[in-house]
T-cell receptor, first 117, second 115 residues
Framework: DTAVSQTPKYLVTQMGNDKSIKCEQNLGHDTMYWYKQDSKKFLKIMFSYNNKELIINETVPNRFSPKSPDKAHLNLHINSLELGDSAVYFC????????????????FGSGTRLTVV | AQTVTQSQPEMSVQEAETVTLSCTYDTSESNYYLFWYKQPPSRQMILVIRQEAYKQQNATENRFSVNFQKAAKSFSLKISDSQLGDTAMYFCAFWQGGGADGLTFGKGTHLIIQP
């Protein structure tokens, strides 16, 4: 009964390849996010989607393309992988607005460690 | 844009001691949310505690409590009776709430609990 699940947990690939990371949430949230955690552990948002619509697109190379087939799924596709893309990628979800101020409001997946060699 | 500052890159305390992790933030908003997340070596992001800015009462969760000073824009985390399992990276995060805003994170504090 995992709330936010990401697959795969580990991904090792060569430069130039194309890869995808999948994310699914069963919390009934309507907003999903991708974050990148770099080698210094700094976390920064990349994208957010609300009801399948792209809301935030931070300064991210256009080799990164998020896709949301429905509000429970948000996948991340990366083209032409580079060494600098090596990082941990986290999916997260939340309600568009926190109902009544209860609940944690924000739930993270367990992360995908991407290593580009 | 909001900023979050954690001024302690690393801290080390003995088991059973009390430790306080500091966090300051900058925002022009009056209503928002603040979080402390724990990230152990397993890399899972675990919510430790959350505070709504409109609530004056400091949040507590068992051994974890916060000192929220809205005027000073300060949000420190106190861990009482620290345990070996508390060893982890701790991130302070700001969320304006609602919409699809992302969390703004501090750079983290690596907390080490010594036996």
């Amino acid at each position: 009964d995992t709330a936010v699940s990401q697959t795969p947990k580990y991904l090792v690939t060569q430069m130039g390849n194309d890869k995808s990371i999948k994310c699914e949430q069963n919390l009934g949230h309507d907003t999903m996010y991708w974050y990148k955690q770099d080698s210094k552990k700094f976390l920064k948002i990349m994208f957010s989607y609300n009801n399948k619509e792209l809301i935030i697109n931070e300064t991210v190379p256009n080799r990164f393309s998020p896709k949301s087939p429905d509000k429970a799924h948000l996948n991340l596709h990366i083209n032409s992988l580079e060494l600098g893309d090596s990082a941990v990628y986290f999916c997260a979800s939340s309600h568009w607005s926190i109902p009544g101020g209860e609940g944690d409001g924000y739930t993270f997946g367990s992360g995908t460690r991407l290593t580009v060699v | 844009a909001q900023t979050v500052t954690q001024s302690q890159p690393e801290m080390s305390v003995q088991e059973a001691e009390t430790v306080t992790l500091s966090c300051t933030y900058d925002t022009s908003e009056s209503n928002y949310y603040l979080f402390w997340y724990k990230q152990p070596p397993s890399r899972q992001m675990i919510l430790v505690i959350r505070q709504e800015a409109y609530k004056q009462q400091n949040a507590t969760e068992n051994r974890f409590s916060v000192n929220f000073q809205k005027a000073a824009k300060s949000f420190s985390l106190k861990i009482s009776d620290s345990q070996l399992g508390d060893t982890a990276m701790y991130f302070c995060a700001f969320w304006q709430g609602g919409g699809a805003d992302g969390l703004t994170f501090g750079k983290g504090t690596h907390l080490i609990i010594q036996p």
